[in-house]
Each structure stands twice: as structure tokens, then as C-alpha cells.
Nanobody
Framework: QVQLVESGGGWVQPGGSLRLSCAAS????????MNWYRQAPGKERELVAG????????NYTNFVKGRFTISRDRAKNTVYLQMNSLKPEDTAAYYC??????????WGQGTQVTVSS
């Protein structure tokens, strides 16, 4: 019954901000790494940000470093992606991912983020 439910996507103007949420159930965040991926039309899925099971290590792709922040709330079993200074090239479907190994790997349904004027 592992499940990841995403929310918070939508449309925003360039330079705006958006916060994505990923509510996890069926497991605790301390069991695994949590990641945010995105995929734009015609492009491969790419890793945007990740946070370790302890929450002590966070990694970002260079394209979003300094603008995006991944965080977690253990009490709510929820992972967030705060996105600031959004650019049109950030437009994509964003996916939450829980990962332990190739046999324990779960994905959210995806949420669309559109940045345009």
C-alpha cells in the first residue's frame, strides 16, 4: 500500500514561486531517499533534487541550484519542493520518487508545472 500523492502544481509567471508537496503513505521517510524528477515534452526524465533518509544530505541539479529547495516533514510524512525564481524552462511534469533499490522504487502520479507569461 505504498503510495505517493503529489499536489501544488499549476501555472505561474516567470520569476514566480510554487511549492510542490508529496504525501507518502505505507512507509516512513526515514526508510529511503526521496527525490523529485521532472520531464518536459520531448525530453528525458531528469533528477531535480534529492534528500537522504536522514534528511542531512540534499542534492540538486545545477540548473535549479540556488532556486529550488527540497525538504521534509517527518511528522506529516511529506516531502516538499520549494521552487523560486521560476523560468520557462522549468515547465515540466514533476514526479515524486521514493527509492531504496531497483526492487523498491515508487512514484507519484505527477503534477504539471507551467511557467509562462
Amino acid at each position: 500500500q505504498v503510495q505517493l500523492v503529489e499536489s501544488g502544481g499549476g501555472w505561474v509567471q516567470p520569476g514566480g514561486s510554487l511549492r510542490l508537496s508529496c504525501a507518502a503513505s505505507g512507509f516512513t521517510l526515514s526508510m529511503c531517499a526521496m527525490n523529485w524528477y521532472r520531464q518536459a515534452p520531448g525530453k528525458e526524465r531528469e533528477l531535480v533534487a534529492g534528500i537522504s533518509s536522514t534528511g542531512l544530505t540534499r542534492n540538486y541539479t545545477n540548473f535549479v541550484k540556488g532556486r529550488f529547495t527540497i525538504s521534509r516533514d517527518r511528522a506529516k510524512n511529506t516531502v516538499y519542493l520549494q521552487m523560486n525564481s521560476l523560468k520557462p524552462e522549468d515547465t515540466a511534469a514533476y514526479y515524486c520518487n521514493a527509492h531504496r533499490n531497483e526492487f523498491w522504487d515508487y512514484w507519484g502520479q505527477g503534477t504539471q508545472v507551467t511557467v509562462s507569461s
